[in-house]
């Protein structure tokens, strides 16, 4: 008695460790914890089917126990075979409207919700983003305010943003857990959906279309500020002046290299690139490439030998990686002006923080 006492001990403890560990978690990174509409949405709908199908699992158990235990083989009736039925009437309607009515509990709300999530009848009225999806990074273009971001996508809170998004190479997927459901970016069609943060705060968004070696390393954010913050935010931008000259010596150093070289892919300011991130507020990151701890040595390190931290990525093939131009000290000038690339106060940190 008392080890099978323990075996239910350790099934229970079991059980309820899925419960513990999905706590585990990063906060911002998880569709459980809902901080914008489409998310909201999903999660209600996740809860719905659940508690069908939680109902559903505990009729048929009940149902199950009891016929086993009834109709169980008795001492004594080895050889004895029941009275044989079929076709009975009310049991087949029965366990046929039984099911329809559960879909059309499932159904009604999904369908409502999603032709709620596909209604764009304000999207003229709204802040347009065009996100283009590259083999391993994000690119942001905000329509009509002359800013091109890349990694972190910054929003105002309590509005809806519309996302056009496209792919440049290969099919990705943007995903925000925390703020919405899933949209694919095709190379030949624009997907367009919408999101709403309702609280301030970083995101953590994952590329959900596997895209090649670094698809788990295709990681961005949302940042959503408070609308005045992000007004802050877009004219701070917009004032940035990409020929502006650092203040130490090296970082001045640095950008003449990186005029020199690194210019062929990468913009300051609001001119279009399509060929690699955009760097107006480096400096204001929180990563590197996504993924990568944001700190100089990282940096200098990236700069030298991108492919040994991100696979397959598209700087890899730069000329001067190629020629083995740029030697270390002039990695350390480049990352010295890189850093101090802060246009805004408005960062992710600020955004944290105010939460
Ligand atoms: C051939 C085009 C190309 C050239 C030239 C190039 N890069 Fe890049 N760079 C890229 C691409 C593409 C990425 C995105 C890689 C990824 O995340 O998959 C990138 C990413 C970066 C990042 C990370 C950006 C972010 O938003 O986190 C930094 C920093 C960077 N490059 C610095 C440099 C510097 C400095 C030079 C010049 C010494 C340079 N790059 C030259 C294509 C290029
Ligand atoms: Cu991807």
Known sequence: MKGWMGKVRTLLLLSVLPLILSGCGK??????????????????LIVISLIVMIVVFIVVMIIYTMVLVRYRQKKGQENFIPKQTEGNKALEIIWTVIPIILLVIIAVPTVAATFNLADESDKDDSLNVNVTANQYWWHFNYQGEEIQTSQDLY???GEKIYLNMISSDVLHS??????AGKMDTNPENENTMYIEAYEEGVYWGKCAELCGPSHSLMDFKIVAVSPDEFDQWVEDMQNVDPEAEPETASAQEGQELFENSCISCHAIGSSPTALAPN??????????AGVIDYNKENLVEWILDPEKLKEGNKMSSAPYLVNDELNEE?????????????????TPESANNNE
């Open 174 to 179: 943007f995903w925000v857990p925390s703020i």
């Open 279 to 288: 760097l107006t507020n480096f400096g204001d990151r929180t990563a590197i």
């Open 155 to 157: 929003i105002p809170t």
């Open 330 to 346: 002039e990695a350390n000038q480049i990352a010295d002006y890189l850093l101090q690339l802060k246009p805004s106060e408005i």
């Open 27 to 44: 906060e911002n990174l998880t569709a459980f914890l809902p901080k914008g509409y489409g998310a909201q949405v999903s999660l209600d």
